[in-house]
């Protein structure tokens, strides 16, 4: 099977404009979920997507929201770009029936805003 | 509230040695799942082990085992025989509970970077 793909993989924005980033999860897996990275604050989660619903949202501020399609990819958008949103976004899948599994990890995009 | 502790900033280790890397977890729920992932400076995530709080036995995944004490919430990560491509960060996690039960939402320390030597 074809692991987790993200796109882009680089992207470099200046403050004040939006991003989307995508993500198509391993074939069969339902749930998606998004994370940060950066050095100063790790990793964080972001929210989950399960079935085209928003299952778990994180303590981020409304400029970041997502969506999820029928085919199961997900899009994250961030609006209104800050210095602070450069990171890498990771997504990360796993088949959330009957219960959580593993979660599985796509390449991630790093984001650069400047 | 669930809380990963990774005390070892960085390590280094010779080539074909075995390493411990750290993990302490905080909870108050009977039920979780505690995870080990490897990233490389290319920066995706790779799953290597998953221990379940119920799990009788250590879990172990070829080089990698998960030496799992419960009763001193640690879940320590066992690489026997480093190879040099073994030479990344290390993070543990586990699984968040909320009132539904297991959720998707990983907690993540904040990461051992381990360095092989040959």
Same mark, same amino acid.
């Given at each position: 099977k074809a692991g987790v793909t993200q796109t882009p993989r680089y992207l470099i924005k200046t403050r004040g404009q939006q991003v989307t980033l995508s993500c198509s999860p391993i074939s069969g897996h339902r749930s998606v979920s998004w994370y940060q990275q950066t050095p100063g604050q790790g990793l964080q989660f972001l929210f989950e997507y399960f079935s085209e619903t928003q299952r778990n949202k994180g303590n981020?501020? =409304?400029r970041f929201s997502g969506r999820q399609f029928s085919n199961s990819r997900s899009e994250m958008n961030v609006s209104?770009?800050?210095? =602070?949103?450069?990171a890498l976004y990771l997504c990360a899948s796993s088949d959330r029936t009957p219960s959580p599994e593993t979660q599985y990890f796509g390449p991630g995009t790093r984001l650069l805003v400047l | 509230a669930q809380k990963i502790t990774q005390t070892q900033p960085g390590m280094f280790v010779q080539e074909k040695e075995a390493v411990t890397l750290d993990c302490t977890y905080d909870t108050s729920d009977p039920s979780y799942g505690l995870f080990w992932y490897k990233q490389p400076s290319s920066g995706e995530m790779i799953f290597l082990i998953y221990q379940g709080s119920y799990d009788q036995q250590n879990a172990t995944e070829g080089r990698y085992s998960l030496n799992f004490q419960k009763a001193r919430k640690s879940a320590n990560l066992v690489i026997s025989?480093?190879?040099?491509?073994?030479s990344a960060m290390y993070f543990c996690a586990m699984r968040e509970y909320d009132y539904g039960g297991a959720t998707n939402k990983l907690i993540f320390g904040t990461g051992t970077l381990l360095a092989v030597q040959p």
């Open positions: 981020f501020p =409304g209104t770009l800050e210095l =602070g949103d450069s | 025989a480093s190879q040099l491509g073994d």
